[in-house]
């Protein structure tokens, strides 16, 4: 048995706990980072781009944002489209915020990067990982290495480790409520070395299913199209991808998109889920190993690291003021403001999906609702308020 020691044991190495572990290192608490796969797995993963400002302020602020201000796209607002027609809600004009397109994938490398160049350990591909002690007064975190027991003695845990992670899953049943909602269709989307249709993100309701056009770049496109929850990408060819994108755009829209060959296709599930508490003790749980939301508005790295900047602000008070209050708050200023994402996710996604058991009067509550907020400035505000994200 190998023994390590550090200040803060960091399981998983995806967005949440690399900042994490970014953050602590600049303000010199040691911490170390394991996760059970390799870097080229973690970096293969397709996610999401769109970067509340409070994203990027908490990059900038963990030293790495330099790349996001050169390559990012930044966005002051974007159109939905239903009954034929495009309406654009302007973040900009209304709220004075704007988001920035970067992909997560970018996110990693940069975090990847930063934490290589500082020396900060880090350990993949390990075996068996598990928060052991966690409610007592000396935690570790168990694990092999080719084979070889190891441990980490340390003060705190970070169950960064995602939804199918070992953090959650060693919480007693009795210590945790979670809540849950399955939607009854997925996402199918492509990614192309195309250019994006238009410069800003299309959300489209249609009587056929929702559509969506948006962009890694100025020359990658990522469109989704509404799908059944057990349908699979082998049903669906490039051309009959394009055929259906395009049915579900205005025509003025359609006519422009520019098709190509996809190199990625996927459908992702739509669900929500939310653990309570996100404390135990000495172990924390951040990121999709609390909870995750519909992709619709784009909520989930952003969620992940408005958890990362209560949870460091709580562990820095501690090591430099010997304070327990921020981290003794962690839980329930975390979940306030989940919540309030998987609510604003539940109603986008309910104004721009068909369900299985819609009906015309629920359409015509559809046409109706997304006309109001055509039309009313403080609806609008609502939404954009939500959008760009609330404040942490």
Known sequence: MTTHKTQVAIIGSGPSGLLLGQL????????????????????????????????????DKAAIGERIHK????????????????ERI??????GKNVMVYGQTEVTQDLMDAREK??????????????VDFDGQKPYVSFKKDGVGHRIDCDFIAGCDGYHGPSRMSVPATAIQ???????????????????VRHEIIYANHSRGFGMCSMRSTTRSRYYIQCA???HVDNWSDDEFWDELRRRLPQEVADDVTTGPSFEKSIAPLRSFVA????????????????????????????AVSDVYYLYEGLLEYYREKSTAGIDDYSQKALARVWK?????????????????TTEFDRKIQEAELDHLAKSVAAQTAVAENYVGLPF
């Open 178 to 196: 979670t809540f849950e909602k399955e939607y009854p269709f997925g996402w199918l989307g492509v990614l192309a070395d195309v250019p994006p």
């Open 71 to 86: 390559e990012g796209m930044l966005h002051s607002g974007f159109s939905y489209a239903f009954s034929g027609r495009m």
């Open 90 to 95: 302007n973040l900009r004009d209304l709220i």
């Open 229 to 231: 929850h057990d349908d």
């Open 118 to 131: 500082s020396g900060a350990p880090s350990i993949y591909e390990v075996d068996e990982a598990h928060p």
């Open 276 to 303: 309570e508490p996100m404390r135990f003790n000495k172990l924390f749980l951040a990121g999709d190993a609390a909870h995750i939301v519909p992709p619709t508005g784009a909520k989930g790295l952003n969620l």
């Open 24 to 59: 602590l290192t600049l303000a010199g608490i040691e911490n170390i980072v394991i996760d059970r796969v390799s870097k080229d797995y973690i970096l293969s993963r397709v996610r999401a781009g769109v970067l509340e400002e409070g994203t990027v302020e908490m990059l």
């Open 341 to 357: 994402a998987v609510r604003f996710s539940w109603w986008l996604t309910h104004c721009m999906h068909l369900f299985p058991s």
